[in-house]
């Protein structure tokens, strides 16, 4: 008979009537004035629940192995030995344990050298995966039609973020207590614009035009690779720019400096005297859309091999390069400047977040973008899709159209002017100007023309429009 708690016989033994186990009384008045429960069950149990044993109290002898020296010592030996043999057990257990934890140990490190190679061979993989996307045997989307990836840890710099944080600031602020200038283009006045200079370039194939703060200055290249400034005051050609790399798809203004994308990639910065001070190349196809940050200082360039690559103009370097999914043909910043957009042949049109490159919105258009603009009150997106003659103007804040505008033929260019009142949008058939009245919340269509256009701009105070067509020919609009 066992205590169920020490092992050892008890002095007063007792019985649980919970569980039917003995104990020492002392042992179980104890447990259960701590606990409350039976040892054994846990089922509640009270010193009421417990019964006493009678059992006899006469000593028992020794065994008999223990009534001499030679047996005392042969047990005291035998003790030795077992005591001996499980510290030899414990040692050979402490062993075999420090061999497995040092295998752990070894494994473990060579998994994080693993995974350090497979990551850099993953970012050569898509470097090379993204070059040969462009020109390789699978197609403008990849070599068998895969996606390119957005490349971890990419951060612009703190330098470049804080200025994309004031220019936010400052622009946010002005732009919407901003009022329309008195001196501004009305409907009646466009209602009367007619082609007023007409002048023939040396390019041709043209998709682009910019014009300078000045707004007097027009710039476009075309497929021969020249890039001509247009003087809409002296109405010619003042200024030509010739490049040895290939075609112009894009053009911006970048203060004086003209900003040029090639067909071959590469994205070139002229000064105002006509020479190549920069160029860039990050794009393993054409670069295809350019775009200017509202800080003079940051520019955007998206191309057919899925890359957006952002530029610190004051160091001349590359800040931030992201990959999409799709081959891209239009960008453009918002006009707070924290936003980028850019429109691929998907039909996508993803929005990032300037500073940190995150994707913060997605509108899909359903057919390749050929041409977006941002509208000044900061929430209009409008978009044109290939070979579509409707302009579908987006609400930024809800994520869905507030108006498609139907343009009579196919859009290949539109802008916003400098107020957002109107939309200017031209196609091979003709042009034609879209007006909003935000008091009445209504849509009017002051212009409709014949004027063929591939790239167009506003002019000085929204009372002319530069215009640019496949074969060269730059008409400036106006009134009377």
Known sequence: MLCAISGESPQH????????????????????RENGTDPITAEPLTESDILDLQTSTAV???????????????????????LALETFTLRQHLTQTRQELSNALYE?????RVVARLQRERDEARDALSKIGVNGAGGEGGVNGGEAMQLDGQEMSEELVKKVE???????KTRRKRPVPEDWATNEDLEAFAP???????????????????????????????????SI????????????????TDVAWAGSDAITAISTGHVEIWDEAGSRIADFQEHSGAA?????????????????DKRIVFYDLAQSTTALKLYTDSALTAAQFHPDGHLFAAGGKDGQIKVYDTKTGANAANFDEGAPIEALDFSENGTWLAVASKNSSVVSVWDLRKSNKVKEVDMGGPVSTL??????????????????????DKGKKEWSEPLRTAVPASALDWGSKGRSLVTVNGEGIVIVLGGK
């Open 13 to 32: 033994p007792v019985v649980s009537t919970k569980s039917g186990n003995i104990f020492e009384r002392r042992l179980l008045e104890s447990y259960i």
């Open 60 to 82: 028992k002898p020794r065994p008999p192995t223990l009534t001499s020296i030679p047996s005392l010592l042969s047990v005291f030996q035998n003790e030795w030995d077992a």
């Open 108 to 112: 473990n490190d060579a998994a994080k």
């Open 166 to 172: 004031a220019t936010q600031e400052k622009l946010s």
């Open 196 to 230: 007023m200079q007409s002048t023939e370039s040396n390019c041709s194939d043209v998709h682009s035009i910019a014009m300078d703060s000045s707004e007097d200055l027009a710039l476009f290249g075309g497929k021969e690779g020249f890039t001509s400034v247009y």
């Open 233 to 248: 005051s002296k109405r010619k050609m003042v200024k030509q720019l010739e490049t040895a790399n290939g075609a112009v």
């Open 288 to 304: 295809t859309a350019l775009a200017l940050h509202p800080s003079g200082e940051i520019a955007a360039s998206v191309g057919a």
């Open 415 to 436: 802008r916003w002017d400098y107020t957002g009142q109107f939309l200017a949008a031209a196609g091979p058939g003709g042009l034609t100007i879209q007006a909003y």
